[in-house]
């Protein structure tokens, strides 16, 4: 089973950047896609952001086209989201996902970290 520990969350203020990173347990890390959500309160978890088991295709929320960048090394078994020109609204937990194939799309979690916050002031 794989251990998926998230972090580099933390306040930053509107317009900042922040790079969130999750190291996954296992030597099957770079056979599956990975993702990024988010889960702000009294909303439902949204999927922000996959990466392909290659690191080939990715794809994002409308919502964060052009302002975050999802990345993965797999000699580090690690996945990165870059976050640029944060919002109040990017407030949320963040959660990194292990999907249950090499694509990024679809993406289907079925392994999940513990959650990052990652809090945006105005």
């Known amino acids: 089973q794989v251990q998926l520990v998230e972090s580099g969350g933390g306040l930053v203020q509107a317009g900042g950047s922040l790079r969130l990173s999750c190291e996954a347990s296992g030597r099957t890390f770079s056979s599956y896609a990975m993702g990024w959500f988010r889960q702000a309160p009294g909303k439902e978890r949204e999927l922000v952001a996959a990466i392909s088991w290659t690191g080939g295709s990715t794809r994002y929320a409308d919502s964060v086209k052009g302002q975050f960048t999802i990345s993965r090394d797999n000699a580090k078994n690690t996945v990165y989201l870059q976050m640029n020109s944060l919002k109040p609204e990017d407030t949320a937990v963040y959660y990194c996902?292990?999907?249950?194939?090499?694509?990024?799309?679809?993406?289907?979690?079925?392994?999940w970290g513990q959650g990052t916050q990652v809090t945006v002031s105005s």
């Open positions: 996902a292990r999907g249950r194939g090499p694509l990024a799309y679809p993406f289907a979690p079925d392994s």
